[in-house]
């Protein structure tokens, strides 16, 4: 294995697992993305390629998986995120397939919407057969995706989605809660405003198809009951809010929005695409406070590193090219939130940490939204742009989002998107099976700093199954280092809130929740996220599958 004392030995596996060519060190890698994605400077190339390189070699900012592994390879897809219509017949169903497994083969990840596939039991005209609904064809592309590994290095992830109002939408809703059934999507029922109101109201609600064509009536409370105990027993299925997304869509002249990438922070349009890279908000804190000068240079060379990647992608066919390259959207997000409070002292669960939220990411999203002004004024906008809502020119139709950093954030070593720290001490399992434990090192960092013993303390903890249930530890220490189910579900739906509220796209959060969670809770939590605008919803209850890839480590349950 190379060593690079920057980076621990999940990060360093990780690395040379997915990431690295042949001979390569994580700093030949920045390097590789940095030479690749400046070849879309017309001028100063190298002033801007060495800015690109010491943006991700310092690990202020990461761009997405698919950037690492392919920039400067034979086969450039950049691009993470994309969604594709399936239309219904059967050509459009396996044309689609197919483009979803060249997508997969370079590391992209896939959503689609089922909505327009008519539902099980309903006569095929031409051959007077009847159909077998949205379900089997999802299990089609899920055993197609099984049989492919992306580029060799992971396997393909999917988003499936159904329309609430859609009439097989109760066996849609059922489709995952077998634990090995569709294991390569995640799925997420389409929620209409309509439905909300229903439900609140325990009301009827229609049932469509097509659009537009009534196909009976349904209780909206008892789908609501079954979406929650479902996503109450496994985590699936998510919820988002289809018709917030389409409200905040600035180009909807060109379509609607049915689907998300697998992760549901990026809604996008059929055949449409989008990199993504989250800036490392962990990093830029000195001296036990934020330096918004630096976090503001490295949103820019961000901004402008995202939207050269467009021009040095490759894609899966034509069509996907040209309305990449039409709207030029662009996903800056951020990763190391709860590992940057715990730098400034803030607790995740406090008022305090709510407004930091807020804080920082209209920051963000302002000063991401002014680069991408000044690219506009360099470069022009982007070729939609009178075609959209958008009153001030810029380079990218949308530009900020909030992806889940799941593998970036592990290189940076922080904490993951906007989530708080999992567990202090939590185990991880590689794709290849190989079990680790990892220790917060924020967490040790705080210990050395304030005279704690760490690992006595981390014993303790492995003991209880979480610090707040330590004693003789300090309250201001256990509020600081409370873990993501410690902390009250009704405050992670809060601080997505926060965010949202500058956040273009959507934001890809996971609401963990303790053991012993209701199915009530469960309702109360997707009516709160839907009240306060958010655009989608996932919770997860711990242990509530039999497998999953991070695990709170309690010596008490072994």
Known sequence: ???????????????????????????????????????????????????????????????????????????????????????????????????????????????????????????????????????????????????????????????????????????????????????????????????????KKERDFSLYFPKGNERGRADAKKIFEKICAGAQKNGEPGVIFIDKINRDNPLVSMGEIEATNPCGEMPLLPYEACILGSVNLASHVKDGHIDWDRLKDTIDIAVRFLDDAIDVSDFPVKQIHDIVTGNRKIGLGVMGFASMLIKLGIPYSSPEGIRMGKKVMKFVSRKAHSGSEELAAERGEFPNFYRSALKRKRRNALVTTIAPTGSISIIAGVSSGIEPVFSLVAERRSEEGRLYRIVDRFFTDYCAWNGLDA????????????????????????????????????????????????????????????????????RDIIMLAYNIGCKGITVYRQHSRQQQVLNIVCECEK
């Open 1 to 199: 294995m190379i060593k690079e004392d920057r980076f621990n030995p999940v990060s360093m596996d990780l690395l040379e697992k997915r990431y690295l060519k042949a001979g390569e060190t994580p700093r030949d890698m920045f390097m590789r993305v940095a030479g690749w994605v400046s070849n879309a400077e017309k001028k100063d190339k190298d002033k801007w390629k060495e800015k690109f390189f010491g943006m991700m070699n310092g690990l202020d900012f990461i761009p997405n998986s698919p950037c690492l592994m392919n920039a400067g390879t034979s086969m450039p897809q950049l691009a993470a995120c994309f969604v594709y219509p399936v239309d219904d017949d059967l050509e459009s169903i396996f044309d689609t397939l197919k483009l979803a497994a060249l997508t997969h083969k370079f590391g992209g990840g896939t959503g689609f919407s089922f909505s327009r596939l008519r539902p099980a039991g309903d006569t095929v005209g031409m051959t007077g057969g009847t159909t077998s609904g949205p379900v089997s064809f999802m299990e089609v592309y899920d055993k197609a995706t099984e049989a492919i590994r992306q580029g060799g290095k992971r396997r393909g992830a999917n988003m499936g989605i159904l329309r609430v109002d859609h009439p097989d939408i109760e066996e849609f809703i059922d489709a995952k809660q077998e634990e090995h059934k569709l294991n390569n999507f995640n799925i997420s029922v389409a929620v209409t405003d309509e439905f909300m109101k229903a439900a």
């Open 455 to 522: 690992e006595e303390l981390i014993e303790k903890i492995l003991e209880k199954g979480g610090i707040s249930r330590v004693d003789g530890v300090p309250e201001k220490v256990k509020r600081l280092f409370l873990s993501a189910t410690e902390i009250p579900p009704k405050v992670h739906v809060l601080m997505q809130g926060a965010f949202q509220g500058y956040v273009d796209n959507a934001i890809s959060k996971t609401v963990n929740l303790p053991e012993d969670f209701s199915v009530k809770g469960v």
